[in-house]
């Protein structure tokens, strides 16, 4: 298949077309968007050049400032973005398989606090200037980038030229198609970066998970430093009802040291926490529930008073099992979407009718029903993709149409208009899903257990744990002491 088209210079310098076209009609319509020109100094001839800023709005994203710099003196033009947004709760980490031609043309949104990697051939680029552009595009200016200074490395360090050389022409091979496939991932502390999914999401193609951000990366954002980080508080605060959690939390609470005393089933427990979206202190209330004919979990809520900041998470214990979990199930009619779930942080989630695929981590621990679920997942993939109010532009008529078909197929599920199956596969076997006929076999469900794969066991960090003679090793400091008998 042939690679396509190269739009990467054409989605560049569009940008600053963008802003000419809008400065220009602003001058005879009031109802276009303001670009603001800005008298700059050019880094290259230090004389005085323009800058236009021009605020909109584009699919898949949010707000941005697309900012147009010309020097009319030496000729230098130069493009980037910056989001115009405030910083989000949580950071974003997307990562996408590259492997079609059709994938190199996809949006990429990185903004100057987003780290971008290529996992195969362990390259990592920095924050830097923000960039809006599409897989071809940035792969083909990480390659410029490093052509930089090649002929002086050449003269003076040629093993190092070598090297750097190597990778640029694998850098080449990936954007025009005839390297595939491999990852990319952009992560984003700041939570303003995006990469456009695929209208067909398959398991292990497309991913998107927030994470809460740790101090270093708060402190990096401006969000505060160590010296403005205030002692924990102890006073109680009013307690988060989480009505969508099942059971519901009691009017009662009380905090209590968790280490000292035993924890009481039903029984919601408050302790002192940092928020990491504004880094002050908050409360977390933890409950535990025995859910029948399955185990123990911990139902965790944490809510800010100062930025509104929450989350919902359930947390599955006891012994890591000698085998993965893979459950199945028929959704007949409506009632079947009434069916508790859980699906934990570490179990990936797929519809094959629905072409849904939900990897491991995307949205953590939930405790929730099959329609609570799933309209979580129709309403966030919605809001990133649809979300643009009224001045963004325009998406192309095939995507759009391919998405509306998708998003339509899932409200009919979640409506109880189509039968689906649903399927959860857990490396951990920590999720579980409501049987109507426990503690007999459910005739609409298929539970079986399955060996872990290598993938599976490495990432959960199964390959490094020892239950085993680690108090002797830990004496030793990791060394093997013989005996006489040995």
């Known amino acids: 298949m042939a690679p396509p088209k190269s739009l990467a210079k054409d989605l560049f310098e569009d940008m600053g077309r963008k802003v000419a076209e809008a400065s220009a009609q602003a001058e005879g319509d009031d109802d276009t968007k303001v670009v603001d020109e800005i008298e700059s100094l050019c880094m290259n001839c230090h004389e005085n050049g323009t800058t236009r800023l021009l605020l909109t709005k584009i699919p898949f994203f949010r707000e941005i400032v697309i900012m147009s710099f010309e020097c009319p003196h030496c000729g230098l033009k130069n493009n980037e973005i910056q989001p115009a947004g405030e910083i989000q709760q949580r950071g974003v980490r997307y990562s996408l398989r590259v492997d079609s031609a059709e994938d190199l043309s996809r949006q990429v949104i990185k903004s100057d606090s987003a780290d971008f990697k290529i996992v195969d051939i362990d390259l990592e680029i920095p924050p830097g200037r923000g960039q809006l552009t599409n897989v071809e595009g940035i792969l083909s200016m990480v390659a410029q980038d490093l052509e930089q200074k090649q002929e002086e490395r050449k003269q003076v360090i040629p093993e190092i030229y070598e090297k750097i050389e190597g990778v640029i022409q694998t850098l080449k091979q990936m954007a025009s198609g005839s390297k595939l496939p491999f990852t990319i ?32 990366q708060n402190e990096a954002l401006g969000l505060g430093g160590p010296e403005e980080e205030a002692a924990p508080s102890t006073e109680i605060r009013p307690e988060y009802k989480a009505d969508q959690m099942y059971p519901a939390m009691p009017e009662d609470s009380m905090v209590n040291n968790v280490d000292d005393d035993d924890i009481v089933e039903h029984q919601v427990y408050s302790f002192p926490a940092t928020c990491p979206g504004c880094t002050k202190s908050c409360t977390t209330n933890m409950k535990m529930v025995n859910i029948p004919h399955f185990k123990q979990v911990v139902l965790m809520s944490t809510v800010c008073d100062h930025c509104g900041y929450r989350s919902n998470e359930v947390k599955t214990g006891g012994a890591v099992p000698e085998q993965g979990r893979r459950i199945t199930l028929d959704v007949q009619n409506k009632d079947d979407l009434s069916r508790d779930i859980l699906k934990a942080e570490s179990c990936a989630m797929s519809c094959p009718e629905l072409n849904l695929s939900v990897e491991s981590g995307t949205l953590g621990g939930r405790f929730t029903t099959i329609e609570g679920i799933l309209t979580q997942v129709r309403d966030d993939l919605r809001s990133s993709i649809f979300d643009t109010g009224d001045s963004g532009d325009s998406m192309d008529t095939t995507t759009k149409d391919k998405w509306e078909t998708f998003f339509g197929q899932l409200t009919a599920a979640i409506n109880g208009d189509v ?8 490396p951990l076997a920590s999720s579980y899903v409501q049987s109507f006929t426990a503690p007999e076999p459910d005739p609409q469900m298929k539970v079986e257990d399955y060996d872990r794969t290598d993938e599976e066991k490495e990432s959960l960090g199964l390959n490094d744990m020892e239950t085993e003679g680690y108090e002797q090793k830990a004496e030793t400091n990791g060394e093997t002491v013989k005996t006489n008998g040995a």
Do not use: H, Q
Not at 189 to 207: D, F, L, Q, R
Not at 419 to 426: A, M, Q
């Open 185 to 216: 991932i952009v992560d984003d502390p700041a939570g303003n970066s995006s990469i456009e999914p695929p209208t067909v999401v398959m398991a292990g193609k497309y991913s998107r998970k927030e994470y809460p951000r740790t101090a270093a």
């Open 419 to 426: 039968k689906f199956t649903i399927v959860l596969e857990d």
